[in-house]
């Protein structure tokens, strides 16, 4: 079991890298998009100094518990924002064919 919660844990300090990278590239190339990124930088950034707290062993358990709560707070806050716009998307009655 151990080593299945240690593969998790390097697969997401290495996905969490990624978003920040493609955070980046989009800030760099999209400037407008900078305030949309808000959000998927600080979910990557707190899923980041985690996992690299956790691996150095620096963070108490206690610590853990925290960072992890408030890192699927911000999961869920994303989620739910991202739900709330698909829904104003879709009140706007535009199914999306040109005509």
């Known amino acids: 079991m ?3 919660i240690g593969a ?6 290495g ?9 980046a590239a989009l800030a760099w190339r999209r400037p ?3 305030l949309l990124l ?3 930088a600080a979910w990557a950034v707190l899923g980041v100094l985690l ?3 956790v691996f150095a062993g620096v963070l108490p358990g206690d610590t853990v518990l925290i960072w992890s709560a408030a890192h699927r ?3 869920a ?10 829904c104003l998307i879709l009140q706007d009655g535009d199914d999306g064919y040109d005509s």
Do not use: C, D, H, K
């Open 15 to 23: 996905a969490f890298a990624a978003i920040l990278a493609v955070v």
């Open 38 to 40: 808000v959000f998927p």
């Open 77 to 86: 806050v994303m989620i739910l924002g991202e739900l709330l716009a698909l």
């Open 32 to 34: 407008e998009t900078r």
């Open 73 to 75: 707070f911000l999961a």
């Open 51 to 53: 996992y690299a707290g």
């Open 8 to 13: 998790f844990q390097w697969l997401s300090l």
């Open 2 to 4: 151990a080593t299945a």
